[in-house]
T-cell receptor, first 117, second 115 residues
Framework: DSGVTQTPKHLITATGQRVTLRCSPRSGDLSVYWYQQSLDQGLQFLIQYYNGEERAKGNILERFSAQQFPDLHSELNLSSLELGDSALYFC????????????????FGPGTRLTVL | AQKVTQAQTEISVVEKEDVTLDCVYETRDTTYYLFWYKQPPSGELVFLIRRNSFDEQNEISGRYSWNFQKSTSSFNFTITASQVVDSAVYFCALSEAGGAQKLVFGQGTRLTINP
């Protein structure tokens, strides 16, 4: 158990809908990362937050957005869902107390499997 | 741009054999980190090791060992005396230092250990 929790574990929805994925980082971790794992694209970085602020963006679609709250949990919002958004979405967290990346082992949650029908 | 290549898509061996998973990376950074993660059939990603670019010492942890060679931009992973529980997909990943610490993953190697 990595200490990172994600809910829900599974989500089945229809095209055009909107869903919210939730992540609670390990206690004390300030950085939260979101990744998408799909068969065709592999594991791809979406976005990073550090202590409530967006730190970096990867291949995140405009239909997707995220935020990190004062209690450090994070949510990934996916809207206008398409069939191709079906994937396993991982949240990861790392200590990185100074935000400089020296201590950046990322510990991953169990993932949320999203199925868009 | 950073890139990680795991040329072996699938490997299948018999239990107790040694197996090496290859990882080759590309980066222009002089300071970077390399990682290996394991994804068992249950789906979670399990952290195995982190190496920074200034530490080329090989590492051994039980039956696992890692060989980092900057000269060939490789960070290979060897499992000695493999066991069925080692069956998983293994990912090599690269991260720059400072700023955004996003992980750039290879495509993964599916390792099957047969009894």
């Amino acid at each position: 158990d990595s200490g990172v929790t994600q809910t829900p574990k599974h989500l089945i929805t229809a095209t055009g809908q909107r869903v919210t994925l939730r992540c609670s980082p390990r206690s004390g971790d300030l950085s939260v990362y979101w990744y998408q794992q799909s068969l065709d694209q592999g594991l791809q970085f979406l976005i990073q937050y550090y202590n409530g602020e967006e730190r970096a963006k990867g291949n995140i679609l405009e239909r997707f957005s995220a935020q990190q709250f004062p209690d450090l949990h994070s949510e990934l919002n996916l809207s206008s869902l398409e069939l191709g958004d079906s994937a396993l979405y991982f949240c990861a967290s790392s200590v990185d107390p100074l935000g400089r990346g020296e201590l950046n082992e990322q510990f991953f949650g169990p993932g949320t499997r999203l199925t868009v029908l | 741009a950073q890139k990680v290549t795991q040329a072996q898509t699938e490997i299948s061996v018999v239990e107790k054999e040694d197996v090496t998973l290859d990882c080759v990376y590309e980066t222009r950074d002089t300071t970077y980190y390399l990682f290996w993660y394991k994804q068992p059939p249950s789906g979670e990603l399990v952290f195995l090791i982190r190496r920074n670019s200034f530490d080329e010492q090989n590492e051994i942890s039980g039956r696992y060992s890692w060989n980092f060679q900057k000269s060939t931009s490789s960070f290979n992973f060897t499992i000695t005396a493999s066991q069925v529980v080692d069956s998983a997909v293994y990912f090599c990943a690269l991260s720059e230092a400072g700023g955004a610490q996003k992980l750039v993953f290879g495509q993964g190697t599916r390792l099957t250990i047969n009894p």
